[in-house]
């Protein structure tokens, strides 16, 4: 059987099409928590703090943006910019009453009737890195 020119490109547009979903749904990587060297930061304890020890360091800034890119990005979007899977982090409110709601999530995650929405991350990246996250992700405000 042969196809004639306008079925040619249209199979080669599925092709391409389909090539192209295939990579996008892996673009993000393995959802394994990946690990945040936090060494650089200065020590906070062990009891979690309500109000963010590292606001305006830029070293923690940089450790945060590295870790919300392992980490978060692949729900909350590249850059914090949501795509709508979750919430867009770059309208969070800035300074201690953003804090509040931010280490509550972090800490404990989100789900609603049975289904993980967010796992909780607080355990298994520690306090410093989701202080340096959220360092970062005030660096990223918009008001929208």
């Not at 062990?46 to 943006?65: C, F, S, T, V």
């Not at 999530?105 to 607080?122: A, E």
């Not at 410093?128 to 005030?138: F, H, M, P, Q, Y």
């Amino acid at each position: 059987m042969r196809l004639s020119l306008s079925q040619r490109v249209l199979a080669a547009a599925v092709l391409l099409a389909s090539a192209s979903i295939g990579s996008q749904l892996f673009a993000h990587g393995n959802v394994t928590p990946q690990p945040v060297d936090t060494t650089a930061l200065p020590e906070i304890g062990d009891a979690w703090l309500q109000h963010n020890p590292y606001r305006g360091n830029a070293k923690a800034a940089e450790i945060g943006e590295s870790a919300f890119g392992q980490n978060c990005a692949r729900c909350h979007g590249l850059e914090a910019i949501s795509g709508g899977i979750a919430p867009d982090l770059r309208y969070l409110e800035l300074g201690d009453s953003g804090d509040e709601w931010f280490i509550m999530r972090y800490q404990h995650g989100s789900s609603h009737d049975g289904k993980v929405y967010m796992p909780p991350l607080g355990e298994v990246l520690g306090q410093k890195a989701g202080w340096a996250i959220r360092t970062w992700l005030e660096t990223k405000h918009t008001d929208g």
